[in-house]
């Protein structure tokens, strides 16, 4: 099994409704408002040019170095897995994090991370762009499986044929010709 599943992923399914006390100057015990949120994202990004550049020797290290990275953005990752063209990270945020801040960070470092171990005859690459589907507490043990699964589900359908059935599931509108770079800039 090649998929990460960071261990605190698992324990999101207890519910953490947390209520702040605080004593007013009369001695009176008043409730406190706080901000409470489960804000799921499915993230899929792909290789430039859908190019197999991630490698059995690389898919490890990289998927790590990915949770690294959003764990150290404050965000929780439950589990990264892909094929070799393409990742998909299922991952909880807070409500203050700009996923497409978020993404463009793990793909600049995680690129800088690939290009540096010199383990591909030339330079790695993310496509410009990506995916990502919110997803609801009540379906995030199949979303998990879904990504933990990637090889089989990968035998019956394409890459292509996956993203475009997320866009149209979400019934996210698009134009086909801006789906895929081709073309190395």
Known sequence: MFGLIAPEGLNIFRDQLIKMIVIAPE????????????????????????????????KDDLYKYISGIITNQKQKVFII???????????????????????????????????????LRGQFYWQGGFGAFTVSKK?????????????????????????????????????EEYLFDFELT
């Open 27 to 58: 001695g009176q015990n008043k409730f406190m408002a706080d901000t409470f949120t489960q804000i799921f994202y499915h993230v899929v990004f792909a290789v430039r040019n859908r190019e197999s550049l991630i490698t059995p020797e690389i």
């Open 81 to 119: 897995n892909g094929m070799p063209d393409h990742v998909h990270i299922l991952m909880n945020c807070k409500p203050n994090m700009n996923l497409s801040d978020n993404v463009r960070e793990i793909k600049e470092h995680s690129t800088k991370f690939i290009n540096d171990k010199k383990v």
């Open 139 to 175: 379906d995030v043990p199949m979303v998990l499986n879904y990504i933990q699964n990637q090889e089989e589900h990968h035998k019956q359908k394409t890459f292509r044929e996956e993203y475009l059935a997320f866009l149209q599931e979400n019934e996210i509108e698009f134009k």
